[in-house]
RNA sequence: GGCCCCAUCGUCUAGCGGUCCAGGACGUCGCCCUUUCACGGCGAAAACACGGGUUCGAGUCCCGUUGGGGUCACCA
């Protein structure tokens, strides 16, 4: 059986940490399985989804590299879902009730006063005809409710969590479609998986109760419900829920500088046992992949681990990775040289300039003889050999210093750092003629 | 409040009754490399929430306490 997953957000605003997480795993399960990875947007609630909120959806899957293999909208698939309530009405699977959303809350707050569980008691249910055509004529419009079989456990294999058991008379009969005839998630969920092959249906625990819903609403529309996965969720490093994961969307990765492949590396792995590693390639990524390896407790995520991370990648990164994102004219050999000393791929305009702009610095007073020593020394050294190395020598030797009084001076004077890459690198880029200018000019 | 999860180094975790004076990764610290900083290499310090049981023996099983997360919408 070829495996299908989707990812199903609703295009109320962009991607966040914790969605692209399970986008992540999505995409890894799919990829690991060679089957496909389905992005639907499940956009029913009109009042908040818009169009571009899709789009920037997109973009960060395109930037993150999880490529969708086919997509869809919920929004275009309203007839399935009226055929299916078709016949979940014909089944007695799905009743109507008529309580305004402000006589359901109360209801809850008194359940809730008690000290019991806020489960709809189905007014609903015990409705007779009599009863419904009175409502009508009151000018009542009803919205539908699922019919959950109270009969027997709820129950799956869920493939992180292990067995879950649910009582379904604990959980309220959820409402499907409102009044307006507009639907609700959990429905157009549950028929959208069954048509479009969904094998896996990997999210966060904030749906496993969902989940127990949907379970029953498989078995009604006749079809086996898929496999479940629900992952612990993260949580900030603080340590409690933070509103700031809420927002910490690929645009702040993008300003913090984080490279793409550092965040699927870091969500790919966070909260399993699997070791974060830098990898820059997904292959690693896809190939480790196992929901044996999840946690269930919520991990902590933190920005600067990320970034830690990030730089880690940035080291590892091949000029043709990066070539179109340097400043142009950058080489190949400037890419390797300042490379090692990178947090951020922008940091290479930084050394574009030190290498190959203007740098001007005026050495301390107690540096100047170092300099003045380098200055004359660089006039008269063979330049292609190990340039440094033969400065180093010759300086050492008219001055009598060395170690960091001797390093740090030249450093600063060559490039207006205190640190950077190996000088030995950086040298031969910067050329003989702007090294003694730059020199020179310390003085 | 009900229901569902969870609780081992600072962080993510391994551990599925004795082989654990608890293993790995990140971070931290130290050393080496580089006649500086960074990069890189090597090494070290660092944890079983608490209280009761069960057992010859508990990080590992049971109960409770405490703590954390989720959920109980005409959001998804």
Redesign the pocket.
């Known amino acids: 059986m070829d495996v299908v997953t989707r990812f199903?957000?609703?295009p109320?605003g962009r991607l966040h940490v914790g969605n692209i997480r399970t986008a992540v795993h999505n995409w890894l399960w799919a990829r690991k399985h060679e089957g496909r990875f389905v992005l639907r947007l499940?956009d029913?609630?009109r009042e908040?989804s818009r169009e571009e909120f899709a789009e920037g959806i997109r973009e960060d899957l395109a930037w993150l590299g999880l490529s969708p293999d086919e997509e869809y909208r919920q929004s275009a698939r309203f007839a399935r879902y009226d055929a299916a309530l078709e016949r979940l009405k014909e089944a007695g699977r799905v009743y109507p009730a008529y309580?305004?959303?402000q006589e359901?809350e109360l209801k809850?707050k008194v359940l809730?006063g008690r000290?019991?569980?806020?489960?709809?008691d189905r007014a609903g249910l015990g409705l007779s005809d009599a009863d419904r055509a009175r409502l009508e004529a009151e000018g009542r419009r009803p919205?539908w409710r699922f019919r959950l079989d109270h009969g027997r456990p709820i129950g799956w294999n869920d493939l992180i969590?292990?067995p879950?058991h649910?009582?379904p008379a604990?959980l309220?009969d959820p409402?499907v479609r409102?009044?307006d005839g507009s639907?609700?998630?959990?429905l157009p969920s549950s028929v959208d998986d069954i048509e479009l092959g969904i094998t896996h249906v990997l999210r966060g625990?904030?749906?496993?109760?969902?989940t127990a819903l949907q379970v029953q609403m498989f078995e009604a529309l006749g079809a086996p419900p898929p496999a479940f996965a629900h992952e612990?969720?993260l949580?900030g490093s603080e340590?409690?829920?933070s509103k700031r994961l809420g927002s910490l969307g690929v645009e702040a990765m993008k300003e913090a500088g984080i490279e793409p492949a550092a965040l699927v590396a870091k969500l790919a792995r966070?909260?399993?046992?699997l070791?974060?590693?830098p990898v820059i390639a997904p292959e690693a990524l896809i190939e480790s992949f196992d929901f044996s390896?999840f946690?269930?407790?919520?991990?902590?995520f933190?920005l600067d681990?990320l970034a830690?991370l990030s730089a880690?990648i940035v080291?590892l990164l091949p000029y043709e990775a990066v070539a179109e994102r340097l400043p142009a004219g950058m080489g190949e050999e400037d890419w390797i040289a300042i490379r090692?000393?990178l947090r951020t791929i922008a940091e290479a305009a930084d050394w574009w300039r030190i290498l190959h702009g203007h740098v001007e610095t005026r050495a301390a007073e107690e540096d100047r003889p170092v300099i003045a020593a380098a200055a004359e020394a660089a006039a008269g050294i063979d330049w292609p050999d190990e340039p440094w190395?033969q400065l180093?020598?010759l300086v050492?030797e008219r001055t009598g210093r060395?170690?960091?009084a001797?390093?740090?001076p030249l450093?600063r004077a060559l490039t207006g750092r205190d640190?950077?890459?190996?000088?030995?690198a950086l040298l031969p880029l910067i050329g003989r003629a702007e090294a003694i200018a730059r020199l020179t000019a310390a003085l």
């Open positions: 199903a957000p609703a109320t499940d029913t609630d908040r309580e305004t959303a359901l809850r809730l000290g019991k569980p806020p489960v709809y919205h969590r292990g879950q649910f009582d604990l309220s409402v409102r009044e639907w609700l998630y959990m625990e904030d749906h496993v109760t969902n612990a969720l949580v340590g409690k829920l966070i909260g399993t046992s070791p974060v590693e390896t946690g269930r407790a919520p991990a902590r933190d681990e830690g880690k080291h090692p000393n190395r180093v020598a050492k060395g170690g960091k001797l390093f740090l450093r640190s950077g890459p190996e000088m030995a």
